[in-house]
């Protein structure tokens, strides 16, 4: 297995808020949900270099949507996660959850 | 300036370091217009810019190896010869207030000429021009700080020559994402409303 076949954490995560998002994912909603659910800070331009990575190896795709007054007219670009984005969220999701498996020191909240 | 404009030259500096990327850009407006602050505004450009510039030298390590190694030696040649022939020649008008403005014109002439050689990746390469300006200045910054902590008279030189490696460093910058804004093709800002989603 090489290391592209999973995802790290940060792409997971990002990976994990389009989905939520579905067709309303750009940089505002996505930082705006990652936000919500696990308080975690991330900045936009940090989003965009991993969106742009995730492109580049065809795990999200984007579109250029519409242009408000509040943006200064520029336009917003919505993501989309892909199929082969979909099977590489499922490979990490599986491979984290053998890891997970069988470490009685974290089960009860133990360190 | 009202609170809903967002800071000028923040946004013309991220603009030269993602200018295709409009979508960063309008996000970053649209968060600032709904209650973020100056502070946050000017954070998330420096990391953006940061972000920008490192893929960019990544993605052209070759280039930017060549760079280094040429800014290297133009710098060197700067310091070993070129400021000693002009110390001997005017000697008089390179006393310290008529020597700063002629070193900033200089780096701002050098920032503005490497963006110019390297017109797809000018901003980058014009803060990896910066930098290694502020190298240059490291060695003979760090020997008068050691002066300095061990007699009080070098103090005011290290005070001049703080301002001196800032002036310098922002010198350089300047003059390159000068040449970077002027090369960034203009677009028009509204492009009508409801656009259909086209893909990328």
């Known amino acids: ?111 | 300036m009202t609170r809903h404009a967002p800071p000028i030259i923040a946004t013309w500096v991220l603009s030269c370091f993602v200018g295709e990327n409009e979508a960063l850009i309008g996000d970053l407006i649209e968060e600032y217009r709904n209650g973020r602050s100056r502070l946050w505004y000017w954070k998330e450009v420096l990391i953006a810019v940061f972000r920008a510039t490192v893929t960019e030298l990544r993605a052209h390590w070759v280039l930017s190896l060549r760079l280094i190694v040429l800014l290297g030696a133009i710098q060197w040649c700067f310091g070993h010869w070129f400021v000693p022939l002009l110390w001997y020649l005017f000697g008089v008008l390179l006393r310290t207030p008529y020597w700063l403005p002629v070193a900033c014109a200089f780096s701002f002439l050098l920032g503005w000429t490497v963006a110019r050689l390297h017109r797809p990746h000018q901003a980058a390469v014009a803060l990896l021009n910066s930098a290694m300006v502020f190298l240059a200045a490291a060695p003979g910054f760090c020997r008068l700080a050691e002066d300095a902590l061990s007699n009080d008279r070098f103090r005011a030189y290290l005070y001049f020559d703080v301002v001196f490696t800032v002036l310098l460093c922002f010198s350089a910058l300047l003059g390159g994402l000068w040449r970077s804004s002027n090369g960034i093709e203009r677009k028009p800002k509204t492009p009508p409303t409801h656009a259909p989603l086209t893909p990328v």
């Open chain 1, 1 to 111: 297995m090489k290391n592209e076949d999973y995802l790290g954490n940060l792409e997971l995560i990002i990976m994990l808020a389009l989905i939520r998002l579905d067709d309303e994912a750009y940089g505002v909603s996505i930082a705006r949900e990652i936000r919500r659910t696990v308080a975690y800070e991330i900045a936009l331009g940090t989003i965009y270099a991993v969106l742009e990575r995730l492109e580049q190896r065809r795990m999200v795709s984007s579109a250029v949507g519409e242009s408000t007054p509040e943006r200064g007219g520029r336009a917003k670009r919505y993501f989309r996660v892909t199929a082969k984005g979909m099977r590489k969220v499922n490979q990490t999701r599986r491979a984290l959850a053998k890891l997970w498996q069988g470490l009685p020191q974290i089960e009860g909240g133990k360190a």
